[in-house]
């Protein structure tokens, strides 16, 4: 499986990013899609995860309320829509698909959020 992701950037506080991931490869494996993201000197942390059949969702307390995870089954993509972002959301974001047994990475795309 291989997770190509697209969509960050610098944005200034209180504004909006999405960020998307595209699968490809044995992707019938996957049964979740989700984001994660480390801030320099932190651990990488989860954001928000989905499901790829029943679309159940998982959310860091963090980003409650101002992130949305989604999917589109049909061509096995993943999108994040980031509101109200905020200087401590600056951070790669790394795109994770969880199969059975494994999990694959995306390359990581940086979001930037200035005060």
């Known amino acids: 499986v291989q997770l190509v992701e697209s969509g960050g950037g610098l944005v200034q506080a209180g504004g909006s990013l999405t960020l998307s991931c595209a699968a490809s490869?044995?992707?019938?494996?996957?049964?979740?899609l989700g984001w994660y993201r480390q801030a320099p000197g932190k651990e990488r942390e989860l954001v928000a995860i989905?499901?790829?059949?029943?679309?159940?969702?998982h959310y860091a307390d963090s980003v409650k309320g101002r992130f949305t995870i989604s999917r589109d089954k049909a061509k096995n993509m993943t999108t994040l829509q980031m509101n109200s972002l905020k200087a401590e959301d600056t951070a790669v974001y790394y795109c994770?698909?969880?199969?059975w047994g494994t999990g694959y990475w995306g390359q990581g795309t940086q979001v930037t959020v200035s005060a």
């Open positions: 490869g044995s992707t019938f494996s996957i049964y979740a």
């Open positions: 994770y698909a969880l199969g």
């Open positions: 989905i499901t790829t059949g029943g679309g159940v969702t």
